[in-house]
């Protein structure tokens, strides 16, 4: 959600397989003959514009005026419909953000395109509020972004040359939760809705949360980001080298208002003001308020979205139960957040063996706004579309998670750091492992120096970083399965069932499934390779690479409820059910299986002070304290995995 990638990342994402190909692509037949190293290659004739652009201040039912461009093709032929993006991050300022090949796919439909700012945000009026809640119904003057995308399909339709009446609304992120807004208030001119991982719930599991625990450097750097200026999108400077020295230096919570906020920033008094989950922060999740899909909808999420993993499932099972209709769609990729827009042949050094993101664009979303916003046929659109990864291929399923073929196995934590499918047969308190957490030395969630989030370039891939990078860290309970002797797929939701306790009075859970590849001989350099790969970039040496399939943290104070946390009773062995979402992977032969466990993932993840304290945004220095954390893995207490395997 919280990206600040273009406005028209969505559409412009069709630019990236001709603008970026991959290295191993072969040339096309019949292409023309590479220019002579000492003759230069003349230069591509321009392009002729292919759309005029106009300026708009589109009012609202309460006065504000929302700063607008419009985009109409200059050859159309007849009326168009409006494809139509809102976002805080800024609009085009003219049109050569479409000129480019890449948008042909689209062009050849034809389709006005329209950009707008949120209100309070650069040009629009009125006041900025991250993910305000929608308007009490009993106040016929209240707004949101509900209404505000009503009354701007209400302008086009009345006020854009060249339109036939229909709007599409597509968008990524934040833009993608703005589309989800106008389900709440549709206009009948409102045809169908894209959204690209559309934050649903704050609290739960999106941007700023998860199960409770405080998203720290990323809730820190766009609190900054976002509310320091209308006008811009501010980029904080921390002065240090390193995201986990400023973090540590920066001590309890309530530093960061004290030395640097001073109380300027409504998001981040918000989070201080609501550290349980409460009507408040109710209000502001979409899925409190979504109850049918009037309107052709498409989820899209990737597996590997570092900001907004939860929201898109959460809205596809929201809209689900009442979808006799069949309009609600999910669509999962291997992908980071936004990584549709790209190739999407690799992630990091994860290769999946196709371009993941061009089939999504030329398959799926350019056919699907084709169908319904200019009556082309098309195949049905399956329920469920999702990139199995490991195996690397595209499956589509009536329902998801699916039920047919799927059995729930448990995968236990075992004496000598094994994993097994047997339950323990141990009893007694020594069927245990421990190890101590302390604040003043949290396990970094991301290999040192870790970048500024929102700049850096290590943000939009650590969830495929090699875990090997904290792998026998003393404060890190590592599990592992032999060699897998056959193929073993997951597709659905994934639960880690915890049996543990802790020397302190609260405590973080994270839990982490990871596919352990193989060791064994490198591959051999490029020019051993056949003549049409001699050109190929070398694939990474993924021998022994620990890649993250599932991960997630519970904070212990929020075990039984996240509207009434309780102190964990010291030493009392308690069961922690910690959901690790849906994945859809298949671990191949000769793969591992590894679980780690571990209670710190600074600073993705504030510090828990481990000292039970009613809300951490107070905590003091004296509460953060090391602490034993102790796993049982005996048949009374027998920790697992739960994990949904899919026959073959």
Known sequence: MRQAAPLLAPLLALACASANPTSSAKPAENSPTPARADKPAPEPAPRPPAFTMTKAMVPMRDGVKLETVIFSPVDAKKPLPVLFLRSPYGIPEDASVLENPGVDALRADGYIIAAQNCRGRFGSEGTFVISPPPHDPADPRGVDDATDAHDSIEWFVKNVPGNNGRVGMMGTSYGAWTATMALLEPHPALRVIVEEASPA??????????????????????????????????????????LYDFFLDLGPLANADARHFHGKMPTWNDFVAHPNLDAFLERRAIVSHLRKATIPILNVAGWWDQEDFYGPFGIYATLEKSDAARKNHLVV?????????????????????????????????????????????TEDQPEATIFETGTNRWRTFDRWPPEAGVTKKKLYLRAGRALSFEPPTETGRGAVDSYVSDPQNPVPFVSRPIQPLLTGSQWQTWMVQDQR????????????????????????????????????????????LIDVYPEGDPKPPPEAQADGEKNAEPAADMRGYQLMVASRVLRGRFR????????????????????????????????????????????????????????????????????TQTIARSREAPSAIVLPVLSP
Request: proline share 7%; glycine share 8%.
């Open 201 to 242: 719930d704050e609290f739960t599991g999106d941007d700023f949360r998860h199960n409770g625990a405080f998203r720290l450097a990323y809730g820190f750097e766009y609190v900054a980001r976002m509310e320091t200026s209308k006008e811009a999108n501010t980029v904080f400077s921390y002065g240090r080298s390193d």
């Open 333 to 377: 990729g291997p992908w980071n957040h936004g990584g549709w827009g790209s190739p999407g042949r690799k992630l990091g050094p994860v290769d999946f063996g196709s371009d993941t993101g061009v089939h999504y664009r030329d398959k799926i979303v350019v056919p699907w706004l084709a169908h319904w916003l200019h009556d082309k046929p």
């Open 469 to 512: 990078f904290v792998d026998h860290r003393p404060d890190v309970l590592s599990f592992s399965t032999g060699p897998l002797d056959a193929d073993l797929t997951v597709a659905g939701d994934i639960v880690a069932e915890l049996f543990a306790s802790t020397s302190g009075t609260d405590s973080d859970w994270i839990v982490k």
């Open 560 to 627: 039984d409820s996240f509207a009434k946390p309780a102190p964990i009773p010291p030493g009392k062995v308690l069961r922690y059910a910690i959901d690790l979402e849906t994945r859809a992977h298949t671990f191949r032969k000769g793969h591992r299986i590894m679980v780690q466990v571990q209670s710190t993932w600074f600073p993705v993840i504030d510090r828990n002070p481990q000292r039970y304290v009613d809300s951490i945004f107070a905590a003091k220095e004296s509460d953060y304290v090391a602490a």
